[in-house]
């Protein structure tokens, strides 16, 4: 199907301040449609037609189709019919009707959501899930078909992006038809939650503004050397010791909020739970994990990874992985596996000697092999999957295919990288290029936007190994007080680049809708960045 440009429909700055006054005394809710519709990501068949349709504030309604499989009982529906219609209209509680009377035209009374096979409603997204959806909006009623309701909480996003207001304030769409399914199944974030505590409230603002950018995967990397925010039920002295406070703590209740609120955006949540290094806040509360490094015969008092050849670690990692598969709904969990620094390992008398013993000769990479395929072996009798850091398949741990999946995040020849992680038969996520820590003058959204993940040397089997990629805002320098500007939009550019079209790449129409889109965020609540000079309309 064609793929039709949009002539954004501008309203000229002074009949927006005749406007004005209007609006303030009709008290207008600011969360409401745009002037002009703007769509991100962009779908991957947009047709529309001049004829306006109009949607009245009261009386419009979302609805469950008679011959759908989901009904009022589903909640996730309900809930998103709730927020969509919150989304287009604004959060007002009496909205202005007197307006509605001076537009002459056809009216959309509703959009009726129609789920044509089993609706998923109570299951948890993942991998597979069908996100597909087709979106008719004509007179007088809309129709969006979706198999799954993962679906059709993305062509509910769609709808909402298509409504906008006339010069008289209005809410209108236009005739449109849409198709739309994603190019990649895995569109993540990451956030990190041990260098930085990040609140309850920012990080379910993140799976808002997620669901705005249809995002589906939050990788949450729960823990790392500076904090242990995670409760365990099994070792409470692990956040008891490792977090930065007692209040700076995420209790089951907590995660099990994320998790709700994650899956009625269609949202998996997958922890990572990093080790052997990156584990010094586990050593506060577990004592005899972590290994104990040596200057000479001594002791120095600091301690190194996780320590390798004492049968209590996989005791413990047993316990505490078997806890985390029940909290964490997930089909998988990703067990780090990055930057493992030998030289406490060397130090270590003790290891030194289990070396020898397994005839490890001076190879500390199998020393992590030994580690890591007991502890994907223990995850593994969870029934669960796992993700690890490209260092795992790198440093030639035997894995399986079937049940790992490696995340490349290296900066350089990640090219490289992804060509032999596929070549060896494993799927893979990139982030490599969407380090979103990394700041500078000037629009790098443009930088990550301009990446294609298939862009490597391999055949097409490989580059259906490609799973997606992950935008990931690593926390030295994020808190609650900057998280959100930071990652939107330019998180945005990596989720057009993942759902959208392989040909959609040019700059200046992602320009001009993500700046609208940038708006649209900031009037649904979400404080995200400018992407350059300019103002938002409303
Ligand atoms: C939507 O309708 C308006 C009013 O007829 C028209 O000016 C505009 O071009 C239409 N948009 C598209 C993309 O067809
Ligand atoms: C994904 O979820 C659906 C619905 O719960 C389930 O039928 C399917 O087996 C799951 N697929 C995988 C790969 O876990
Ligand atoms: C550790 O476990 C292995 C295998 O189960 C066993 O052979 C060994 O004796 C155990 N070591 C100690 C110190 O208990």
């Known amino acids: 199907m064609a793929l039709r440009v949009f002539c954004p429909r501008v309203m000229s700055p002074s009949a927006l301040l005749l406007l004005l006054p209007l609006l303030l005394l009709a008290g207008v809710p600011l969360a409401a449609a745009a002037t002009r519709p703007a769509l991100w990501p962009l779908p991957v068949s947009v ?18 189709g008679l011959d759908s499989s989901a009904g ?14 919150q989304y287009v209209f604004g959060y007002s509680e009496n909205p202005d ?22 609706s998923e409603c109570n299951a948890y997204p993942n991998i597979t899930s069908d996100e597909s959806y087709k979106l008719v909006v004509q007179a007088s009623v809309a129709v969006l078909e979706a198999r799954k309701v993962w679906g059709a909480l993305r062509g509910l ?21 849409v ?30 503004a997620m669901a705005f950018n249809k995002f589906n995967v939050l990788h949450w990397h729960i823990v790392d050397d500076n904090s242990f925010p995670y409760q365990s039920m099994a070792f409470p002295e692990l956040s008891g010791k490792g977090a930065f406070s007692h209040a700076h703590v995420y209790t089951h209740t907590d995660i099990r909020h994320v998790l709700d609120y994650a899956r009625l955006r269609g949202i998996r949540v997958i922890p990572e739970f990093d080790s052997p290094g990156h584990t010094n806040a586990w050593g506060k509360g577990q004592e005899n994990l972590l290994t104990a490094c040596y200057a000479g015969s001594q002791k120095t008092g600091f301690f190194g990874p996780v320590n390798p050849i004492l049968n209590t670690t996989y005791d413990f990692l047993s316990t505490f992985f078997k806890e985390v598969s029940q909290v964490f709904p997930d089909n998988y969990i990703h067990l780090g596996g990055d930057e493992v620094d030998f030289s406490c390992w060397k130090s270590n008398p003790d290891v030194t000697k289990f070396m020898e013993e397994q005839g490890f000769g001076q190879s500390y990479e199998k020393l992590e092999s030994y580690y890591i395929q007991k502890l994907v072996d223990i995850v593994s009798s969870t029934n669960k999957g796992n993700l690890v850091w490209q260092e795992v398949f790198d440093n030639k741990v035997k894995l399986n295919p079937q049940t790992t999946i490696v995340e490349v995040w290296k900066g350089s020849y990640y090219e490289k990288e992804l060509s032999d992680v596929t070549a060896a038969g494993f799927a893979t996520v990139l982030l490599s290029p969407w380090y979103l820590d990394y700041i500078s003058y000037g ?21 259906e190994l490609v ?37 959609v790449r040019d700059e200046n129409d992602a320009y001009n809708r993500l700046t609208e889109h940038r708006c649209r965020m900031v009037r649904r609540g979400i404080p995200a960045e400018p992407l350059y000079v300019g103002y938002c309309e409303l």
């Open 47 to 64: 047709q529309q037609t001049p004829n306006l349709l109009y949607l009245s504030p009261v009386s419009f309604e979302i609805t469950h």
């Open 443 to 463: 629009q790098d959204w443009r930088r990550y936007y301009y990446v294609e993940p298939l862009q490597f040397s391999g055949t097409s089997t490989q580059k």
């Open 97 to 118: 009707v007197s307006r509605m009377s001076s537009s002459v035209g056809t009216e959309i009374q509703k959009l009726v959501v129609v789920i044509t096979s089993d």
């Open 157 to 177: 996003e769609t709808f909402s992006q298509l409504v906008y207001r006339d010069s008289y304030g209005a809410y209108v769409i236009n005739e449109t038809e």
């Open 179 to 208: 198709t739309d399914f994603p190019r990649f199944p895995f569109r993540g974030i990451l956030i990190d939650t041990s260098r930085h505590y990040l609140p309850l409230k920012t990080i379910l603002m993140t799976l808002d």
């Open 467 to 503: 799973l997606g990629g992950t935008a990931a805002l690593w926390g030295e320098y994020v808190d609650a007080t900057n998280l959100m500007p930071r990652l939107w939009p330019r998180a945005s550019a990596v989720g057009e680049r993942l759902w959208s079209s392989k040909q």
């Open 72 to 85: 009022p009982d589903c909640f996730l529906l309900q809930d998103a019919f709730r927020r969509y219609h």
